[in-house]
């Protein structure tokens, strides 16, 4: 085994620091492939960042503002989908009625107002699980700008109709609550963000999968039975949606866009603050921010890096380009990985091309 360097920026080393000299090489070959596949996304356009067309805003408003004059939502969704020239079949072009119905009994300004406090929530959170991980007070001060920098879609008013929004959100949030022994709340929360975008339910599974491999067996029970609630809620929306549908109403494409890695990345720039960069700086920013979050060596650390690595498979191979949207249910993750990197980056390199090990050739009692 290789004997750990001392810590850069974080508290404790990282989840590379001593792995062996086989996994090491490994692990950075595959940094590597990561960061020269970020470049791809210099060649592949991307649909926009949520809010850039007036469409699917109007669309969500159109029918937000139906059922607050007392439409049917299933009728009033019909209609606008109709009048927009989308599909209506299958049935998961209709999203789930909760946010629509919830938004069209609340006030324009206090929906604005819950969802500023949802984002501020999520700073403070993750602020308070991040910055024990810090070592240096001068990091500890940049941990907000990071985490806020991937809110920037999250705290506009105008897209509050997005359900993307306010899943990615919840998500984060159930993230950075979740502890061993503390589930429900995060169950609570991934409940939630399922209901409003059943997308979610992606993290739910890859929660539902780590519980159980961490012999967490009440959190996996929490975990799973959200997942069953989310089944029979999905039951009784598809048999609504079944009674307005149409035989001649359009179809929709299909989702196996197969776009590949730089999709993702161009996504994750376009919904964070990283939009204001170059592409050809923005990219690798988002590899290296994947290398951080998996280099942390926690529970956490895991959890964040698997939910990514899960929605960037969902975007890599079945997004479309007019999809860009999906991740949004993960840009308020990525960018503290920035902070992590650094350590994770130096012990990789370092494990990779250091042959030097401690070998034990005798324990003396």
Partial sequence: ??????????????????????????????????LMASFSALWLPVGGTAGDGPGDVVLYGAIVDGVRHGGNY????????????????????????????????????????????????VLIAWFGRLS???????????????????????????????????AGL??????????????????ALGLAAMLIRETSALYVLVMAALAITDGERREA???????????????V??????????????????????????FFVRTMAASTVLSLLPILVSAPLVALALIGWAGWRSPTGLRVTA??????????????ADTFYWGLLVAPLILPGLALAPDAVRDLVAGALDSRRITVRRVVR
């Fill in 74 to 121: 299933y009728d009033v969704t019909a209609d606008a989908l109709r009048a927009g020239d989308y599909p209506l079949r299958p049935f998961v072009t209709f999203r789930l009625p909760t946010l629509a119905v919830i938004e069209a009994h609340l006030p324009d300004w206090l929906v604005a107002g819950v969802l500023g406090a949802l984002a501020t929530g």
């Fill in 1 to 34: 085994m290789r004997r750990p360097l001392p810590p850069l920026w974080l508290a404790e080393p990282s989840r590379f620091a001593a792995l062996p000299l086989g996994a090491a090489r490994l692990s950075l070959g595959l940094a590597v492939l990561l």
């Fill in 237 to 262: 929306h598809a048999h609504a949606v079944a009674q307005v549908v149409r035989p001649l109403d359009a179809l929709s494409p299909g989702w196996a866009g197969m776009l590949g890695v730089g």
């Fill in 221 to 235: 029970v929490g975990w799973l039975g959200a997942l069953a609630v989310l089944a029979a809620v999905v039951a």
């Fill in 170 to 187: 919840l998500i984060a949030l159930s993230l950075a609550l979740r502890r061993p022994g503390r589930w429900i709340e995060p169950v």
């Fill in 132 to 166: 024990a991980a810090l070592r240096r007070p001068a990091l500890r001060i940049a941990l907000p700008l990071l985490i806020a920098g991937g809110l920037i879609a999250q705290v506009q008013p105008a897209l509050a109709t997005f359900h993307e929004v306010w």
């Fill in 307 to 320: 939910t990514l690595a899960a929605y960037a498979t969902l975007l890599v191979l079945f997004a479309r």
